[in-house]
């Protein structure tokens, strides 16, 4: 078992790969706690920070649904009790990023993510976070962090690591059971895990450009066995020439801060509804906290999250977070030095500065006991790491201008070591006054849009992402830059300038020029950008790189404005009953926009035959009886509502409105119904893509929207869960979608192939969710305290085995709707199925 002091902590040094041969090597980098790093921060205060003694202790509650309350005397002994609960439940998860952010994905998986497919991905992987740097920052920044942020650490790995020593590997959930890559963990690793996390939106996605920085004259030697072999990229160079997506999750949600003066109440009340993955690691779990008299929240986290809580409540205030606008990062044009035939000088205020390297080696396995040594350089220059996007983002001649340049990315979480202080500051917050403090002491809610609501009704947003600070002389010289506006808009990323230190990013952007609005009504979000948290307040004045102003608004933005506008069930203003109702109702915009209008439309065209886009005849008949019938709500019972979906994604495509946008109406325009051949044709496709996947037109959602989890080797299990929920298609609030891509992790899972422009899958017969709404509470502050009801809609554990596997979906797949969630801890008491006192060994 991992042994800790309690006033210090063991920090691993970087392991040195041991050099080895294409016939094997039996050691391993994993890196070994060796040196101790002391706490150079104390903080005074009545919080205990490390338990007193070495004497950690904590006492575990578990509720229905398998919900955690933890309680303890200090920090460390509620990480140690956080971190246990969690590896009960989901330790196959974090295991599996331990070894992703650690750089060991193809020392245990081999080359690919898709084994034998040849995307090398593991290998893009490794050598990526080498270059990014984020274990070296985990292990020089430890000891920035607060004392109470490393205690919570240090008692997070300890726990986790106790789970694992009691239940064995070869006992613990069969998705990872006896394999190699599970161990105990250090707190460097969940640091290094944190600085992973944390460049998720923005320079983890470039992990295919980096490996690809190659010098002009090196071309063709990205990696190099130790037999000089050199490793082709040609193939990789193919599969990472686009721009990367850097929200390839789509991850979004809503929230929404209701103030004194719209809840019926007078206090506050809060909506919480992140849209993230059901799999993989960015998978929510639900647990509650408490140090007596200190400290005492209920909500949930991410994955890996050490004893605090992302999104929930305390007492005095409740938060919650929205994926933003904002730009993370930012991409520089390096000039490069023509006196320099290896291109790797560049200018700067007209000097050359030559580029620093660092060399990687990484293990790949070649077989089940034997692997091979790559080595690498990457190159940096002083606005960060030098990437390559072929035909996009040269190192080498630019075609367009035929000058020598190279791109050079800066992410502003890189690193970021605010992430834990921040977060266990908004979890002590006993107003908004405290809790808008934490954004001016921290920036580390990373890149999330901020909203809270206090017990007086005090509600509050910020976009407080982690975002590059380019100084207002160099935005304003850039706006004015024919050619950094045509690269930035031919990229979709801000392209600056590399060869003039005005472009520098200064930190980040400080808490005072950050887009915030503090009302007495509402704020809100659903991932549009700030400029409409408020339509009786647009937010203005604020950097580019925040997000648009002035933007067309979502369908679903458009819904929540609009239930916001019609107000609550009492004299106008909002109860609790009310915001259930808005969060699980499964209304679409879209439907209310242009139902009636499309049906009146179809149903005229009668039997004639429309063309569809694919040139095919189609009668529309039956499609419009089922339109006719369908309530413009995404419901089981719901008839038609696969029609209408598939109808929208036509129409998300070529829109067609009477009233077009305008910027000045921005919550009412578009609207109107275009009634013509256009939408005619849309409803013949989507006719007929329903008909060519074998299904009926009329179908309820119940019968074509399911849920259906993986066996532990990642065959469908057979088990259909019916679904009820929308899409952003049609503009719903309550969100699900087939997510068929990378979950993040390599844990088995299976996928169903979609249809062209659609997440309709005729392999599936439906709809596969596997995306959406996940940790969602609807809460209000009272004379008694605060009130909730929520759902974790894929349930607390990943591990197959537990009885909390599936709980919480089977009540949702029944019908759509919360449970209550439990503060009090008489509450909790009279749920209590388990308890547990912990002390660490």
Not at 43 to 66: C, K, N, R
Not at 281 to 304: A, C, H, M, T, Y
Not at 485 to 490: K, P
Not at 545 to 551: C, D, S, T
Request: hydrophobic share 40%.
């Amino acid at each position: 078992m991992f042994e800790q002091s309690k006033k210090s902590l063991w920090l691993p040094l970087l392991a040195v790969a041991c050099a080895v041969s294409l016939a094997g090597c039996s050691g391993s980098n994993d890196p070994d706690p060796v040196d101790e790093v002391i706490v150079t921060n104390p903080e005074p205060t009545g919080l205990i920070a490390f338990a007193p003694e070495g004497e950690v202790e904590a006492d575990i509650t578990w509720t229905d649904y398998g919900v955690p309350y933890i309680t303890a005397a200090n920090l460390e002994s509620l990480g140690y009790g956080v971190g246990y609960a969690f590896a009960r439940d989901n330790i196959c998860i974090l295991a599996d990023q331990v070894v992703k952010f650690n750089s060991q994905r193809a020392r245990y998986f081999g080359p690919d993510r898709m084994p034998g497919s040849g995307d090398s991905d593991n290998i893009l992987n490794d050598f990526g976070y080498l270059a990014l740097g984020i274990r070296e920052n985990a292990e020089q920044g430890f000891d920035q962090i607060s004392e109470r942020a490393q205690a919570l650490v240090t008692g997070y790995a300890s726990g986790y690591n106790r789970y694992l020593a009691d239940t064995g590997v070869d006992n613990i959930a069969p998705e990872c059971a006896g394999q190699p890559w599970v161990k105990p963990i250090t707190p460097i690793d969940i640091m290094t895990y944190a600085q992973g996390v944390a460049l998720l939106p923005g320079a983890a996605n470039f992990t295919g450009p980096l490996f690809l920085a190659i010098p002009p004259n090196q071309a063709g030697a990205a990696a190099t066995k130790e037999t000089g072999e050199t490793m082709a990229v040609g193939p990789i160079a193919a599969m990472h020439a686009e721009v990367p997506d850097t929200n390839p999750t789509e991850a979004g949600s809503n929230g929404w801060a209701i103030g004194s003066d719209l809840t019926a109440t007078g206090q506050g009340m809060l909506i919480a509804n992140p849209h993230f993955p059901h799999t993989g690691n960015q998978r929510f779990w639900q647990f509650g906290i408490e140090v007596p008299d200190e400290l005492k929240v209920v909500g949930g986290s991410l994955s890996g999250m050490p004893g605090i809580i992302n999104i929930g409540f305390n007492e005095d205030v409740a938060w919650t977070h929205t994926f933003s606008t904002a730009s993370r990062f930012t991409i520089h044009r390096l000039t490069l030095d023509s006196n320099d035939d290896e291109g790797k000088t560049y200018m700067l205020d007209g000097e050359p500065v030559a580029m620093t390297s660092k060399f990687h080696e990484i293990e790949v396995a070649t077989g089940p006991d034997t692997f091979m040594t790559l080595q690498r350089s990457s190159y940096h220059s002083e606005f960060g790491p030098v990437i390559v996007i072929p035909n996009a983002l040269p190192w080498g001649t630019d075609l367009a201008t035929g000058q020598q340049v190279a791109y050079a990315l800066h992410d502003a979480n890189l690193p970021n070591y605010d992430l834990f202080d921040h977060w266990l500051g908004m979890n002590l917050a006993d107003s908004i006054e405290s809790y808008k403090q934490t954004f001016v002491d921290y920036t580390g809610t990373v890149f999330n849009n901020a909203m809270a609501v206090d017990k007086d009704g005090n509600a509050f947003f910020s976009d407080g992402s982690s975002v590059p600070n380019i100084v207002p002389e160099a935005l304003a010289a850039w706006s004015e830059n024919p050619l950094y506006q045509g690269l930035s808009q031919q990229i979709g990323l801000f392209i600056f300038p590399g060869d003039d230190s005005l472009y520098l990013p200064q930190g980040t952007i400080p808490f005072a020029q950050a887009p915030q609005l503090e009302r007495s009504d509402f704020v809100q979000n659903s991932n549009d950008s700030y400029w409409l948290t408020n339509p009786a307040a647009p937010i203005t004045g604020v950097s580019p790189l925040w997000g648009p102003v002035g933007n067309q608004q979502s369908y679903r933005s458009r819904l929540g404005q609009k239930m916001l506008a019609e107000g609550g069930s009492v004299d106008g203003k909002f109860t609790r009953a009310d915001l259930v109702d808005r969060l699980i109702g499964n209304r679409t915009w879209l439907g209310e926009a242009v139902l009636a209008d499309v049906v009146t439309h179809c149903q005229a065209q009668g039997t004639t035959p429309v063309t569809s886009s694919s040139g095919t005849s189609v009668d529309l008949s039956s499609g419009c009886a089922a339109l006719a019938q369908f309530d413009g709500r995404m419901n089981l019972n719901s008839v038609g509502a696969m029609m209408f979906r598939e109808f929208a994604t036509e129409f998300r495509r070529n829109p067609q409105w009477q009233v077009a946008f305008d910027p000045a109406q921005p919550v009412t325009t578009p609207s109107t119904l275009a009634a013509n051949a256009t939408v005619l044709e849309q409803l013949a496709t989507a006719q007929e893509r329903i008909e060519n996947a074998g299904l009926a037109v009329d179908a309820t959602l119940a019968d074509v929207q399911f849920v259906e989890r993986s066996l532990p080797n990642g065959m469908p299990s057979g088990m259909r869960l019916p679904w009820g929920g929308a899409n952003n298609i049609e503009g719903g609030f309550n969100v699900f979608r087939s997510n068929m891509g990378n979950d993040g992790t390599l844990l088995p899972r299976h996928t169903y192939p979609r249809l062209p422009g659609s997440d309709l899958s005729a392999v599936a017969g439906g709809y596969h969710i596997t995306y959406g709404s996940s940790w969602m509470f609807a809460l209000e502050f009272t004379a008694d305290g605060p009130v909730a009801e929520g759902l974790l809609t894929y349930s607390q554990a990943s591990d197959s085995d537990s009885d909390h596997y599936l709980d919480q979906t089977l009540l949702y797949s029944s019908q759509p709707q919360l449970r209550p969630l439990h503060f009090n801890n008489d509450d909790v008491a009279s749920v209590a199925a388990e308890q547990l006192t912990l002390t660490e060994e």
